[in-house]
């Protein structure tokens, strides 16, 4: 049972929920934008309304996997493979030859499940530091700075800490290009394109 789960959690982390959307308003956003499928371009792409679905889908993917393990009464170290194959498998789908999203809202679904607290102080961190800087990516990478830290001081070392530690370098990581753009003034702000528009 516990593999079963284990692997569907993985598949279901799998399902491009931003490509199919964007799809069905007639643009790959694999194609324009960044280039990601997660909610931050399909938004720029197709509109805060879909970016908001896919922002809700691509949590849902992290939650809804430890939430049926934990329903099903399976251990604290399979709830969390769990919801590490989910993430995972946004990261890295089957579907797209192992070429996917940064893996932030679904971050989001399995801390809402681990600890709401730790997620609101991250949620808080995220907008301060997105309104200050202007970028979408300073307040992802801040936020998943933090969320291990949060989850030490509050479970000490343990299997949600090590997940925690997980998803937090696997975040960074899928944040590379972001980082150098950044570092080389070429990051994209919403505050220019705001001022722009008006």
Not at 40 to 64: E, I, P, Y
Not at 82 to 89: I, P, R, S
Not at 181 to 192: A, C, D, I, T, V
Request: charged letters at 15%; proline letters at 3%; aromatic letters at 10%.
């Amino acid at each position: 049972m516990d593999y079963f789960l284990i692997i569907l959690s993985y598949l279901i982390g799998s399902i491009p929920f931003g490509l199919l959307l964007g799809k069905l308003a007639g643009i790959d956003v694999r194609k324009d934008g960044s280039g990601n499928i997660g909610a931050t371009n399909v938004s720029r792409l197709v509109g805060k309304k879909v970016g908001a679905a896919t922002l809700l889908l691509d949590a849902g993917k992290g939650l809804l996997p430890m939430v049926a393990a934990g329903s099903l009464g399976l251990s604290q170290n399979s709830i969390m493979l769990c919801g590490a194959a989910a993430f995972a498998g946004h990261l890295f789908p089957l579907y797209l030859k192992f070429r996917g999203g940064k893996g932030v809202a679904t971050a989001l679904g399995i801390f809402l499940y681990l600890s709401p607290l730790a997620l609101l102080v991250c949620v808080v961190a995220f907008f301060a530091a997105v309104f200050l800087s202007g970028f979408v990516s300073v307040g992802s990478l801040l936020a998943a700075a933090i969320i291990p830290v949060l989850i030490f001081l509050q479970q000490g070392v343990g299997s949600c800490f090590y997940l925690a530690l997980f998803v937090s370098l696997l975040i960074w990581h899928k944040h590379r290009s972001n980082i150098i753009r950044l570092l080389n003034g070429e990051e994209k702000s919403w505050k220019k394109k705001k001022e722009t528009v008006s």
